[in-house]
T-cell receptor
């Protein structure tokens, strides 16, 4: 049973466009929400993370939006570039440091 | 820092054979996690250690799977006997924790296991 539900499964965006990936969770004990980026043949790499005491966090072209009442969070990739083509995973954990991952979203950026 | 080091990168074995996957975490990290990734089930946590002690092994699929962490710089995941359905990419990740502060995981490059 997946504790974090992620959508869409895949998306295609034009270069310069915005990619949006959504995640939802049920466990209110979750207090850490990271996003990971994975390229083929590599392990996932931490991209950006947020805590529930803020509603938004931005790092470069990547922004997490967090809605605590709806138990949802999303990743926005602004000005998408071909190098952003990868699989993105949302995740969540509580104070046990154990991450539960979403199913992943494959993003393809067309030049 | 060399990051999390896993070996081998690829392993092809016959059904019924023993398989041992190895992991060297980042120095100073006190948490170590073993994940399995498949198309069908995504990233599944198998087991994790804190200060070399297994904390939660509820994700280990069967008794055929076992994991050890004899010291802070080495962990193994063993499958015996292996079965074709064990074919997957196995990742090791390490992290450090400090109370309510999460520092995120650093993953290794994974071991792609194929059981024929």
């Amino acid at each position: 049973q997946q504790q974090v539900k992620q959508s869409p499964q895949s998306l295609i965006v034009q270069k310069g466009g915005i990619s949006i990936i959504n995640c939802a969770y049920e466990n209110t004990a979750f207090d850490y929400f990271p996003w990971y980026q994975q390229f083929p043949g590599k392990g996932p790499a931490l991209l950006i993370a947020i805590r529930p005491d803020v509603s938004e966090k931005k790092e470069g072209r990547f922004t997490i939006s967090f809605n605590k009442s709806a138990k949802q969070f999303s990743l926005h990739i602004m000005d998408s570039q071909p190098g952003d083509s990868a699989t993105y995973f949302c995740a969540a954990s509580s104070n046990d440091y154990k991450l539960s991952f979403g199913a992943g979203t494959t993003v393809t950026v067309r030049a | 820092d060399a990051g999390v080091i896993q070996s081998p990168r690829h392993e092809v074995t016959e059904m019924g054979q023993e398989v041992t996957l190895r992991c060297k975490p980042i120095s100073g990290h006190d948490y170590l996690f073993w994940y399995r990734q498949t198309m069908m089930r995504g990233l599944e946590l198998l087991i994790y250690f804190n200060n070399n002690v297994p904390i939660d092994d509820s994700g280990m699929p069967e008794d055929r799977f076992s994991a050890k962490m004899p010291n802070a710089s080495f962990s193994t995941l063993k499958i015996q006997p292996s079965e074709p359905r064990d074919s997957a990419v196995y990742f090791c990740a390490s992290s450090r924790g400090q109370g309510a502060i999460h520092y995120g995981y650093t993953f290794g490059s994974g071991t792609r296991l194929t059981v024929v």
